[in-house]
């Protein structure tokens, strides 16, 4: 619009009004109108919407989609159809973070001998606190290698246990085991599954779960789709927030996974699972549901 206002601005400097309006075939009295005014009602409302469309993905770390920036204005009040947000994010140039290729893998693989595979990939779970899947991954620091392990609950995709040190050893899994169970004090008996780490398969990891009610669930050898939602995780752990940043130090990286996982990924990061809700309002939602019943 401000191109086309210039080239019409210096076309008036050559021509007649009356003139260029034959030549440009409008009415004079639309064209004095439009001088005055040569943005459309629209076109400032696009600008208005802007704003909160470029704070929402911002929030997200720049990793939010039109869906999900158009279900953030939709909470605001905002009257703005997904198509549209869509074509202002698209003029803007904002775009959502895009996943990696697929990862190859052998089909099947052999069965733990410490557990069966109790889950048999049955990752849709209708309540909380029925099945928790646990994995561990790196983090590279300028310090070394930092290791997280995480506990999520399958029902709501949150992350209810985590835990973070410089070596990956059995403490750091039952750490995160640990917090889950203080967090959530499960009063039913939990499925708890995994893959076939040496930290899964210990003595001290098979006791923590029979002393709180916990049974055992492990993966099939090398086949990381046996425990996909912990695998999806950390890919998206890592291309919104690690993959983007250099850790000078262990310390600095689990500041930024802290905030990552406690300020963003479980009480505001939308998923697609949860009819695009972040993990902890899904939850609420499933607990008000059950108290209006």
Known sequence: VRVRY???VELQDQFPVRRLC???DVHPSGFYAWRLNPESRRAKEDKRLLVPIKESWLESGSVYGYRKVSDDLRELGEQCGINR???LMRSAGLRSQTGYAKRKYKRGGAPSLVAPNHLQRQFDVQE???VWVTDITYIRTYEGWLYLAVVLDLFS???VGWSMSSRIDKELAMSALLMAVWRRKPTAEV?????QGSQFSSYDWRDFLESHNLVQSMSRRGNCHDNAVAESFFQLLKRERVRRKVYATRDEAKQDIFDYIEMFYNPKRRRSFNER??????EK?????LQSI
Do not use: A, G, M
């Open 6 to 8: 210039t080239f019409i």
């Open 191 to 195: 499925l708890v599954h995994s893959d």
């Open 285 to 289: 939602r499933h607990f008000l549901r």
């Open 277 to 282: 809700l972040s993990p902890v309002e899904f």
């Open 157 to 159: 995709r949150q992350v």
């Open 128 to 130: 909380p606190n029925r």
């Open 22 to 24: 034959k030549i440009l």
């Open 85 to 87: 947000v869509h074509r």
